[in-house]
């Protein structure tokens, strides 16, 4: 059946960790690259190229050597900010800082047979990278 | 408190559109809603699922058919949710299955769930979910956004939840053009600097052919269609243009100036219906839950009296060769269209279009002379009542017309429209006159006819492409 990996990250203020992979039987939704909860698949031409992300969050799936597999953006996912709605109809939102956000966010991604890794990467200026996880790290929520 | 304050009493579908492990799955979790409340649960569980199914894009059937809603029961030992009393509020802390609580982050507005509890939940009730919404019985407003969405029942809760699965299931950014409100004097929000968004509702872009929306925009509309004259304040303009115009609005994404939204308003602007473009990026999302277009059967002429109170259709055919290899005389495939459904019809305002496959004229050998699948770009299916038993999306004349064979199966993966004839499809026969004809299949669109190309399978696996006719339905 369809094959789809649920990667589980929570976080505290800006540290991030995952702590569940689980395999999940189920179909990935399509869309435009950069869609919020969607995934990107690469052209195996277009694996090692660089990703055409700008600012932001992206997970990556590395295969063994290292190598990116596939790719995908992530809009915000550190809730460091809530919308808010005023009684405003015209301008129904507004939004607000929240103060030592904490949660969890949740992506799904293909489960590609050389699939062994998962990055977390945050663009700015430049991309860093906030963590590598083997995958299969992390038991909660089933496993992988 | 956690999940010692209540109990998981399972799980009901409640929009079914076929097997949940093929399908988009939302899953509505109830929080705070006693064991005395479950008819209450069950009573706001079906007003949400009314509710969305009646929007656009949700009401089409194609969307609807790649969707299920999934209830699961969870009862709490108390009603509603913490409200602390740091943030105004009562300072209840009700006993509750997902410890749902105001004042999250210090505002008083966002109610948040357990989202370990949650998930655990929708692992053990519905592990193909791919969105869900923890609803608190509350009629405080708050709520907030993400995978697990958090929402209580007042006001206009549906609506505003629609807008979050806006955000967290379809990718879609915020339209209106302010953070902390138009009224706020905020300072930071004049123009937006930053580089192109890769959400697929705002941009920087509002050049007519190379904005992302292009194919959305009439060339009647300006474009920019508006400016904003003072980047210090939110655009105080009323719309220019009709309601639901697209083109490039500026003021979106948080900014006054710099960024375009595709619409004036829009669910992700104010709370009103979609605009065509985050329309067509949710059908595009929900595009990989395939859809099956249901199928009837109907005899000619009665079929007719769809579109005409007459039962008597002007049509229109094309008929272009279809030549296969090994294979002597020339089969057709026939493109038919006849006048938009007369007023007072089921039909009303829908354009009619046929297909049929005829080999009478193909004599050849077997498997290789058949043709086994035709498929075209048909874009949205009108679904209409063909034979009194509902609404269904194609029809197969059985009765009354020419041909014998009929689809083995219809299908729509985004636009592309296949109609597979199975094993052995549509034959070639041993001499002339020997072969067989498919019967015509029949489908209605909202939009007229334009010339294209369709394309068929063969029995030997070869592809050919022919001129047909289909809706001239808008494109990406």
Redesign the interface.
């Known amino acids: ?2 094959g789809a990996i649920r990667l ?1 990250f929570e976080y505290r203020g800006h540290h991030i960790e995952l702590v569940a992979s ?1 395999r ?15 995934s990107v698949g690469l052209a195996p031409a277009r694996a090692a190229a660089q990703p055409d ?4 969050y992206r997970v990556d799936i590395l295969n063994a050597r290292g190598q990116r597999i596939h790719s995908r ?1 992530l ?1 915000n996912p550190i ?1 460091d900010e ?5 009684s ?9 800082p ?4 904490k ?4 992506v ?1 991604v293909p489960a590609l047979a050389e699939a062994k890794e998962v990055a977390l990467l945050r663009t700015t200026v430049r991309t860093q990278t906030i963590g590598r996880f083997p995958l299969g790290h992390g038991t ?3 496993g992988s | 408190m956690g999940t010692g304050d209540g109990t998981v009493l399972g799980t009901t579908l409640l929009h079914n559109s076929g097997p949940t ?5 939302l899953v509505l979790l109830s929080e705070g809603y006693r064991s005395t409340e479950m008819t209450q649960w069950h009573t706001d569980a079906q007003f949400f699922v009314s509710q969305l199914l009646a929007m656009p894009p949700f009401n089409e059937p194609a969307v609807q058919s790649r969707i299920n809603i999934h209830r699961v029961d969870v009862t709490s030992t108390d009603s509603g949710a913490d409200d602390p009393a740091s943030c105004g509020g009562t300072g209840a802390t009700p006993k509750t299955y997902f410890d749902a609580t105001y004042c ?4 008083a ?2 109610l ?1 769930a357990d ?2 509890i949650a ?2 939940v929708l ?1 053990a009730q519905v ?4 969105q869900a919404i923890v609803v608190v019985n509350s009629a405080k ?1 708050g ?6 969405a958090v929402t209580s029942t007042s006001g206009n809760w549906v609506t ?1 939840a629609a ?1 979050e699965l806006g ?5 879609l ?2 339209e ?1 053009e ?7 004097g905020e300072t930071g929000q004049n123009s937006y600097s ?7 509702n705002v941009t920087l872009d509002s050049g007519r052919t190379t904005i992302k929306w292009a194919p959305l925009v009439q060339a009647a509309t300006a474009m920019p269609t508006t400016r904003n004259a003072n980047c210090a304040v ?1 655009d105080p303009q009323p719309n220019p243009v009709a309601a639901g115009t697209i083109g490039a609005f500026e003021g979106a994404g ?1 900014y006054h100036c710099g960024l375009f939204r595709p619409a004036f308003n829009c669910m992700m602007r ?2 009103t219906p979609f605009c065509a473009v985050c329309q067509r ?1 949710i059908r ?6 395939e859809w099956a277009p249901r199928v009837v059967d109907v005899r000619a002429p009665d079929i007719n009296f769809v579109f005409d109170p007459s039962g008597t259709l002007v049509v229109n055919d094309i008929a272009p060769a279809i030549q296969l290899a090994g294979a002597t005389g020339s089969g057709f495939l026939q493109s038919r269209l006849a006048p938009r459904g007369v007023a007072g019809t089921i039909g009303a305002g829908k354009y009619p279009y046929e297909y049929r496959v005829s080999m009478t004229e193909v004599s050849g050998p077997l498997p290789a002379s058949a043709v086994r699948t035709l498929s075209l770009d048909f874009g949205p299916i009108a679904r209409l009542n063909y034979d009194g038993t509902g609404g269904s999306d194609v029809y197969v004349v059985t009765q009354g017309g020419l041909g014998t064979v009929r689809p083995a199966s219809v299908t729509q993966q985004g636009d592309r429209l296949t109609i597979d004839f199975g094993t052995p499809g549509v034959p070639a026969g041993t001499g002339p006159g020997g072969g067989q004809t498919s019967f015509f299949i029949g489908l209605a669109s909202d939009h007229p006819p334009r010339d294209t190309t369709a394309r068929i399978t063969d029995g030997a696996g070869n592809t050919h492409t022919l001129a047909a006719r289909a809706p001239a339905f808008p494109t990406p």
């Open positions: 059946m369809s589980t689980e999940v039987d189920l179909v990935l939704p399509g869309g435009p690259g950069g869609q919020q909860g969607l992300i700008a600012i932001g953006p809009d809730k809530a919308e808010v709605v005023s405003d109809p015209d301008r129904p939102f507004t939004n607000q929240v103060s030592q956000p949660g969890r966010f949740f799904l909660e929520g089933g | 492990a093929s399908r988009w799955n999250a982050g210090g505002l507005r966002l948040t989202t370990a998930q655990g692992s592990p193909a979910w791919h407003y709520g907030s956004g993400g995978a697990v505003v807008h955000h967290s299931a379809f990718g950014a915020d209106y302010s953070w902390a409100g138009c009224e706020s930053g580089t192109e968004p890769t959400a697929p939110c948080y104010n709370l990026t595009r999302t929900l595009n990989p839950f």
